[in-house]
């Protein structure tokens, strides 16, 4: 069965204080690693996708790494409007539901 | 470029009872994927409707139940109502079920089972 579990549940940050969540997952064959960003009464939005090993993306101040066990979201020098809840999600290669398997998500707070 | 869009935004029911939720998708996308999103949980994958087919399927009953129309709408039907049925019921459409590398998800009905 595909598990995704993520780090810190909740992390509260200053305003321009460097962090990073984690993603751990086992997956029978990994097809996609995600990433999105929750905000309260939203749907998620997507943010990046990685497909193997040693892959990294950016998009403004988050960086998105992958290992074969773990992937990591870099946040740098964070603003308020960063505050989000950060989902991690796999999809498996080969047979059964297409669909991704989330994590818990992390609730991140950037205080100003 | 219209996004996915949801309807209704909130729902209160009865164990016991029927509901049927509905969803647009954006533009252009064949494929529409149904999640449930209990408090304080990521999603969970329900099903996934390409071109009105059922094409997968999470570890739900099948009094959850759904339809894509060749507008590409879709609905989530779910019958005799439980309690742990209450949840955020998020609908996400993609270009193509080949890859779901960017899904749009819209923002959820969210359903509450007295």
């Known amino acids: 069965e595909d598990q995704v579990t993520q780090s810190p549940e909740a992390l509260r940050l200053q305003e321009g204080e460097s962090s990073s969540l984690n993603c751990s997952y086992t997956?029978?064959?990994?097809?996609?690693l995600f990433w999105y960003r929750q905000d309260p009464g939203k749907g998620p939005e997507f943010l990046f996708t990685l497909y193997s090993a040693g892959e990294e993306k950016e998009k403004e101040r988050l960086k998105a790494t992958l290992t074969k066990k773990e992937s990591f979201l870099h946040i740098t020098a964070p603003k308020p409007e960063d505050s989000a809840t950060y989902l991690c999600?796999?999809?498996?290669?080969?047979?059964?539901?297409?669909?991704?398997?989330f994590g818990k998500g992390t609730h991140l707070i950037i205080q100003p | 470029e219209t996004g996915v869009t949801q309807s209704p935004t909130h729902l209160i029911k009865t164990r016991g009872q029927q509901v049927t939720l509905r969803c647009s998708s954006q533009s252009g996308h064949n494929t529409v994927s149904w999640y449930q999103q209990a408090l304080g949980q990521g999603p969970q994958f329900i099903f996934q409707?390409?071109?009105?087919?059922?094409?997968g399927r999470g570890n739900f009953p099948p009094r959850f139940s759904g339809l894509q129309f060749p507008n590409y709408s879709s609905e989530l039907n779910v019958n005799a109502l439980e309690l742990d049925d209450s949840a955020l019921y998020l609908c996400?459409?993609?270009?193509?079920?080949?890859?779901?590398?960017?899904?749009?998800f819209g923002s959820g009905t969210q359903l509450s089972v007295l």
């Open positions: 996400a459409s993609s270009v193509n079920r080949a890859v779901n590398e960017k899904l749009f």
């Open positions: 409707y390409y071109r009105e087919e059922e094409n």
């Open positions: 997956v029978s064959g990994l097809r996609g």
């Open positions: 999600a796999v999809q498996a290669s080969g047979g059964g539901a297409d669909g991704l398997t």
